[in-house]
Each structure stands twice: as structure tokens, then as C-alpha cells.
């Protein structure tokens, strides 16, 4: 990183960690103990505004437990996405990669999803590069823990996302790990999943974790895991498209927590991932022509593409009289190394693009394309516990910053289109830095009504300020029935492809609209500024002393300042002749819908849940396509059998509605026609899985998914763009020691 970022780095650790140090002074200067009913005050304090806004109806908690009785086959998102108001979606609504779908919340995009381990941002997926309609070659940021080291996931929507700053407009995914420190553990754990197709790939998983105290004040955590998932058959889809890559994880972790004293501790986080691909025929590298037929790569069952995410953090918890807060330090560095792509975002291993590598002359060489992010993300948080207007209340005051470098690494004799790749070749476009700052308050107004009025301002060197103000409150009618409402502006920064002019994008004349002539150039633009949207909502919930419990919740959001590629009127490409695109601000899209809830204890046995999602608008104001391909509406249902003390059986399903698609090509812009318009039709998928505690420190888990072979092939048409895998069997066995 740069010598200033560097800089700031220390500035910023040095200043936040040095406010800790003079209020722990304090506390120790200050030790006459409150009256006895100021005490009782305190302890009855109304909590801070984050977990209040955990508590809000856009709030969904994954335990533990939840990923024991229904485990993932390799990724958090395959448990992830049964919660309200949650799908998987590809990374734009071309369908392009489709496969490698991510976590989508109330229909926004995965990019407007913000991922975060420990409450610390995840973002290596911007070291991939963006194509002209949104697309990544990335599965996203949701698999970089093993399921087997969280505790639990906390998935946040709507208005009570929003305090969270960037990317966060459709919501927060929060991937918490255990820490199991406090005596000596060492737990492994291994995980089978068996396709019954022959043309689907296997898992395999496994993974250990040691931790416990090394002195009266140092404790320590190490974990090592890997996981593989083969690819698909290249013929899985009778050659109409790709089925889904294999995946490689590799991932290695060292906690050290050291207890300063009984209200300050500080924990020093390493981890290191690897993530790799075997490749199943996605497009660009010739549908299987070898290397001797027309000088193409044929890379089928090989890696095209790796990840290597590399993380430091120091953290600090303190408690004090007067309240608490938390100080966090994160260096994030990812390695993104892909085969050569063509501009057009086609071509990739192609041997005219990628060519002659070892300068002897010949195009028989394959390159690969390194792209290097480095993210410094410093943050502190303080709640501070008081009074307003004579009412319990307290504040919650932070600031935060985020720096982001991005660099490439191009073979010198690698051409593109003829000419040699120019891109991030100035020091300003390879960096970005965002600060932030916000107060909030979590105000017992009356005894049934609890306010949370927010303010959070941003300013970012290359696109100026954005403000985000918030409002959430909740109501108790009774001790069983509440009303929650709440609205706030988010954002989300311009990434660092979309920012660089010198950063181009070639459609190769296939992506020109009517009228235009090819190829087109779609390039950055450092004049963008970030993207908004005002989320609102309203619900209403019942929590009964027999256990049963619903809820209902309407959201809408308006997004602005969308960033699409638009035309430049008049401008033509010097170098192709070709009508000039760029990164701007678009016209609004809008979401809206409802999810909710049901669930009910019976016969002291049985537990009934379910919870479904709605959409009722999805648009893109500029198209009139969907921001996102969603279902119109998901159901998931479960049901649990406690049948014996030590075995829990659960049938579950989940039912998805039809899938919508593009009214307005993405390539061209003009009316959808033909296998475009073909829509995904409804179905379902049912599991059954059990959980056995052999012993209190041993776990197997067995079952089956898609018990009815519910089988969904992809095609290149409409929204049928990716692969559901038929019947699986699983099984895994967890041990403590």
C-alpha cells in the first residue's frame, strides 16, 4: 500500500486506541460505586441501538445448531438463503455465470449485499473485475469460513442495515465464529455429500479446530479446513450451457485473545484462504476446442481461476461505568489471478489475446491476469449509556474509515484487440478512501415506545459525501404484540473498475444497441457519484408465552443513481471506430414486498416454522427489466421431530415461484424477443436431514437433499440461467476432544 495509506493506518489505530487508554484511566481514577438505585437504573437501561436494530423484523439469527441439523454442501449461502426476504441470484440480471449465484436480499443485487466476519467488512470480491452489465467472474464473499467455526449469522435488511455504510443498501450478512476459549477444546469434523447423478460433483470437507488458554490472560484459536466440491459434467445441460464449476477452499486461522483485565481485552485475528475453481465449461474458453484446433485453451476440469485472501485485525472490547465499545484494525489483502481475458470479457485463455508469454515467438502460451486489492478498514464504536428528556437512553457514536488499493499485473506480451492493455496505470485510479461518522440513540420514549433516530455521513475522495440519515421505532401494543416501522438512506461507493477512465470494456460489436456502430468501448469514469437508496418498511409481530410467534413486514426501497453503462452522445472510439460508453448514474429502479414468519411448538415434540418473501415490484426505470432475477415469492417450511432425546429429525422444503425476466435486452436495449422472455417455472425442492448426539462430544449428521429429484437444468434462455443438483445424500460426523 502507499506510503500515505500507510500513514493513516497509524494515525488512525494510534488515535482510536489512545481514547481507550484515557478512559480506562478514568474508571480507575473514579471508583466511588453509583447509589444503589442508580445501579438498578443502569441494569435496566434500555439496550444499545445495534442490538435494537437486531431485534427489529428485519432481523433473522442462523445458530450453530441450525447448521448442525441442516448442514451446506460447501458454501454459507446454501443455508443463508432460506431466510426472509433472501435468494441466491447471479451478479446481474443478464444471467451471465448464473451458477455462481450469490446471497441477494429483498431483490437489490449481491452487490448491495454487505458481507462481514466478526463484524469486520469482506470485501475480495472487488478484486475482480466488472463487466459492462454489473457481471463478476466471483461466487461472492460468503465462503471464506468453514460452517463447522460459526457460532451464528446475523442477517440484517431494510432500514436497520443502513448504519452500517457502504453496500449495505440491501442488507448485512454478519458471520460470527466461535471463539471456545475459555478451557482446552480441539474439534474435527468431517462432511460427505454424494450427488446420485453421475454429472454432479461430490464434497468433500474437513477441518479441525484446537483452541483454550495458554496463561491466566492469553487464550488462542488455530483452525485448518479444506473443502472440494468436483465440477459438473461439461454436458450436464445437454450442451446448451455450463453447469456449475468445482470448488477447491483452503483455509487456515490463528485467534489470539489476551485479557488486559477484567473490562479490557484485545484480540489479534490472522487468517488465510485459498479458493480455486475447476473449470466446467462457462463461457470464453472455446466449448471444448483444444489447443491443437484453432490455437484455443481448452481448460475443462482445470483451474482457470484462484483467491488468495490474507487478513490481520486487532481488535479492542472495553466496558466501562459509563458504557462500552469495541475498536477494530483490519488489513485485507486478496490475490485474484485469472486466465487472460479478452476486453469484451470473452476470449479468456484465448491464444490471439493471451499470447506469447515466454517471448519465443509463438501464441501457444496461456496467461493469467494478477489483480491485487488491498482494503485497511479501522472502525470504533462507543455506547454510552444516559438520560434524554428525562428518559433512558443510550447513545451510540462511531467513526469509521476504508481505504482500498488496487493494482494489475499484465504479461508484458499479453495484447488486446492489437493494443496493450492500459488500465490502473496512474496512482489515482488505483485508490479510494472513505471515511465515515455516525450517531445514533436508542430513546425509551414512553414504556411501550422505543425510538432510534440515526444520522451517518460518508465522504469519499473521489465521489464527495453521502448522507444517511435513519428512523426506526417500535411499538409494544402488549407483551405479546408490536408494531415496527423504520426508514433510512444507504449507499454504496462506486467501485474502483467503475471509477478508472483508464479502465475500458470492448463489447466486440455485440453489445452495441440499435443504431450504435461496434465495437463499443464502455470505460470508467471518475465523476460518479455513489449510489442511494431510501428503504422503508412496516410490520407487525406476535410472540406468545406458548412459543408461538408470527410476523408480517412490508418493504419498499427506492434506488437512485443506479451506475450503468450509458452512451456518450456523439463520441466515437479513435481506436475501433465504435460508438463510446461510460459508467454513469441512471434513472431509479424500485423493490418492494412483504415477508414473514410463522412458528409453532406442538405435542412438546414437534416444531412447526416457516417464513416466505413476496415480490411485488422489481423494476429498473431505465429497462423496465427486474434489478435482480428473484422468484416472485419463496416459501420455506420445516418441521422438527424431536423423536428422541439424542435424535432430531427435520423435513423441510422450500417452494420457489416464477422466476421473472429481462423485458429490455442488456446487450442491445431494444424489446426482448424469442428464448429471451422464457421465464424459470415455480418448484420445489423438499430435504430431510437428522441430527444424532451420539455422545455429548460427538455429532453425526445424515440425510438427504432434493429427496424427490426435483432436477433443474440450465439454458441460455430468459431467466433459466443456472443449475438446481438433483437427490444427494450427505453425511457428517463431528468430534470433541
Not at 401494543?477 to 483508464?502: C, H, I, R, Y
Not at 453503462?565 to 434513472?587: C, I, L, M, Q, R
Request: proline fraction near 4%; charge should be negative; charged fraction near 20%.
Amino acid at each position: 500500500m502507499k506510503a500515505s495509506r500507510s500513514k493513516i493506518a497509524l494515525a488512525v489505530s494510534s488515535a482510536l486506541f489512545g481514547l481507550h487508554g484515557g478512559y480506562a484511566m478514568a474508571q480507575t481514577a473514579a471508583e466511588q460505586p453509583a447509589a444503589e438505585s442508580e445501579v438498578v437504573e443502569l441494569n435496566t437501561i434500555v439496550i444499545t441501538a445495534e442490538e435494537q436494530g437486531k431485534q427489529s423484523l428485519g432481523v433473522s439469527t442462523i445458530t450453530a445448531d441450525d447448521l448442525a441439523k441442516q448442514p451446506v454442501v460447501n458454501d454459507l449461502s446454501e443455508i443463508i438463503r432460506k431466510q426472509p426476504g433472501v435468494n441466491l441470484t447471479g451478479n446481474s440480471a443478464s444471467g451471465q455465470r448464473g451458477n455462481q449465484r450469490q446471497i441477494d436480499i429483498r431483490g437489490m443485487g449481491p452487490e448491495n449485499v454487505l458481507i462481514l466476519i466478526d463484524g469486520r467488512p469482506v470485501t475480495s470480491r472487488n478484486a475482480a473485475r466488472m463487466g459492462r452489465q454489473g457481471e463478476r467472474d466471483t461466487r461472492g464473499d460468503s465462503n471464506w469460513v468453514p460452517a463447522e467455526l460459526v457460532e451464528r449469522i446475523e442477517v440484517i435488511r431494510g432500514p436497520a442495515a443502513a448504519r452500517y455504510g457502504s453496500g449495505a443498501a440491501g442488507g448485512v450478512v454478519n458471520i460470527i465464529t466461535k471463539k471456545q476459549l475459555s478451557e482446552p477444546t480441539a474439534v474435527a469434523s468431517v462432511h460427505f455429500d454424494v450427488p446420485e447423478s453421475d454429472d454432479e460433483g461430490m464434497t468433500q470437507r474437513a477441518n479441525l479446530t484446537v483452541a483454550g488458554p495458554l496463561t491466566d490472560s492469553l487464550s488462542a484459536r488455530a483452525y485448518g479446513n479444506i473443502n472440494k466440491t468436483d465440477p459438473d459434467d461439461p454436458q450436464i445441460n445437454d450442451g446448451e450451457a455450463a453447469g456449475s464449476e468445482g470448488v477447491v477452499n483452503k483455509d487456515a486461522g490463528l485467534l489470539l485473545s489476551w485479557e488486559l483485565n477484567d473490562r479490557h481485552s484485545l484480540d489479534f485475528d490472522f487468517t488465510y484462504s485459498k479458493q480455486t475453481n475447476e473449470y466446467a465449461g462457462e463461457t470464453g474458453f472455446g466449448g471444448g476446442v483444444t489447443e491443437d484446433v484453432g490455437g484455443v485453451y481448452d481448460p475443462i476440469g482445470e483451474e482457470t481461476r484462484r483467491d488468495i485472501r490474507k487478513v490481520f485485525a486487532v481488535t479492542h472490547h472495553g466496558e466501562y461505568d459509563f458504557g462500552q465499545s469495541e475498536t477494530y484494525v483490519q488489513l485485507e489483502s486478496t490475490e485474484n489471478n485469472a486466465l487472460c481475458a479478452g476486453t469484451s470479457g470473452g476470449g479468456e485463455g484465448t491464444l490471439t489475446l493471451c499470447a506469447d508469454t515466454d517471448g519465443d515467438g509463438t501464441n501457444d502460451d496461456v496467461a493469467w491476469l494478477e489483480t491485487s486489492y488491498d482494503a485497511l478498514s479501522a472502525k470504533s464504536e462507543w455506547d454510552i449509556f444516559g438520560r434524554l428528556f428525562g428518559k433512558a437512553t443510550t447513545y451510540t457514536a462511531g467513526v469509521e474509515y476504508r481505504g482500498e488499493e488496487i493494482d494489475q499485473s499484465i504479461p508484458a506480451n499479453v495484447l488486446t484487440n492489437g493494443a496493450t492493455r492500459d488500465e490502473f496505470q496512474t496512482d489515482d485510479s488505483k485508490t479510494q478512501d472513505l471515511y465515515g461518522v455516525y450517531v445514533e440513540a436508542n430513546i425509551l420514549a414512553t414504556e411501550k415506545l422505543t425510538l432510534t433516530p440515526g444520522i451517518r455521513q460518508d465522504h469519499s475522495d473521489k465521489f464527495g459525501s453521502a448522507t444517511s440519515p435513519s428512523l426506526n421505532a417500535t411499538y409494544d401494543f402488549t407483551d405479546e404484540w408490536s408494531m415496527k416501522a423504520g426508514v433510512a438512506q444507504a449507499f454504496k461507493a462506486p467501485n474502483l473498475f467503475q471509477l478508472n477512465p483508464d479502465y475500458y470494456y470492448n463489447t466486440m460489436g455485440m453489445g452495441c444497441p440499435d443504431g450504435f456502430s461496434g465495437p463499443c468501448r464502455i470505460r470508467g469514469n471518475n465523476n460518479l457519484d455513489a449510489e442511494t437508496s431510501l428503504n422503508k418498511e412496516l410490520g407487525f409481530a406476535y410472540n406468545g408465552a406458548s412459543g408461538l410467534a408470527f410476523s408480517l413486514t412490508y418493504f419498499h426501497n427506492d434506488y437512485k443513481d443506479r451506475i450503468a453503462a450509458d452512451v456518450v452522445d456523439g463520441e466515437v472510439d479513435p481506436s475501433t471506430g465504435g460508438s463510446v460508453f461510460e459508467w454513469n448514474n441512471v434513472p431509479e429502479a424500485v423493490v418492494a414486498g412483504f415477508e414473514g414468519n410463522f412458528y409453532t411448538p406442538f405435542m412438546d415434540v414437534f416444531a412447526f416454522n416457516t417464513s416466505f418473501t413476496v415480490m411485488t415490484e422489481s423494476e429498473n426505470k431505465q429497462t423496465g427489466n427486474p434489478l435482480s432475477l428473484v422468484p416472485d415469492y419463496t416459501i420455506n417450511a420445516g418441521l422438527d421431530w424431536q423423536a428422541h432425546r439424542d435424535l432430531l429429525l427435520t423435513l423441510s422444503a422450500t417452494h420457489y415461484g416464477e422466476i421473472p425476466t429481462i423485458e429490455t435486452t442488456l446487450s442491445t436495449n431494444v424489446d426482448a424477443t424469442g428464448d429471451a422472455l422464457t421465464t424459470r417455472d415455480p418448484y420445489t425442492l423438499v430435504n430431510f436431514n437428522a441430527k444424532w448426539d451420539i455422545t455429548q462430544t460427538a455429532l453425526m449428521s445424515a440425510g438427504i437433499s432434493n429427496l424427490f429429484n426435483k432436477e433443474i437444468k440450465r439454458t441460455s434462455d430468459g431467466s433459466e440461467t443456472f443449475n438446481e443438483p438433483g437427490r444427494a445424500f450427505y453425511v457428517g460426523l463431528t468430534k470433541s476432544f
